[in-house]
């Protein structure tokens, strides 16, 4: 069962939970670590919710992503689409996330806090192979040649 994983896919009338690498019934995720994506934006301020620096934070994380690292790291995670942050409620979205099994031994050993688990997603997301070719032909498209136009109405 060790190389196998299952996911598993909870509908509600408010909202979908994704739960991923869970082995056994469908667990009780109210106790588990919640983890906002504004947590590792470095776009955001500490005051508006980032928690790690900015030289280790990542741009613009989706919850997508840092459930997809999540899955990397052989942690069981949860998606809850439709829960928002409370300082920034127009971003929808946050990944629950169990560190420790119920015997207390960690999931990952190398992960045993929140911050650690913040800095690995944060250095996984920049890789995460949907972001990787989302940046590959916005780069190509600012190769073209531009010319600055200097013509128009003047000022009186």
Not at 5 to 28: A, H, T
Not at 101 to 106: A, I, P, Q, S
């Amino acid at each position: 069962m060790e190389g196998r994983m299952r996911k598993w896919c909870l509908f509600s009338s408010k909202f979908m939970i994704l739960i991923g690498d869970m082995d056994g019934e469908v667990p009780n995720i109210k106790k588990w670590i919640v983890f906002y994506p504004v947590y590792i934006n470095s776009k955001k301020t500490i005051a508006e919710g980032r928690r790690l620096s900015t030289s280790k934070a990542c741009e613009n994380p989706t919850c997508a992503e840092i459930g997809d690292c999540c899955s990397h790291l052989k942690l069981p995670f949860a998606i809850e689409i439709d829960k928002a942050y409370p300082r920034d409620f127009m971003q929808r979205g946050r990944v629950r996330v169990l560190l420790k099994k119920e015997d207390g031994t960690l999931y990952n050993p190398a992960i045993s806090s929140r911050k650690e688990l913040m800095r690995h997603v944060a250095e996984l997301v920049p890789r995460h192979p949907g972001r990787v070719k989302k940046q590959e032909p916005a780069s190509t498209s600012n190769t073209g040649s531009s010319k600055s136009w200097k013509g128009g109405k003047k000022k009186r």
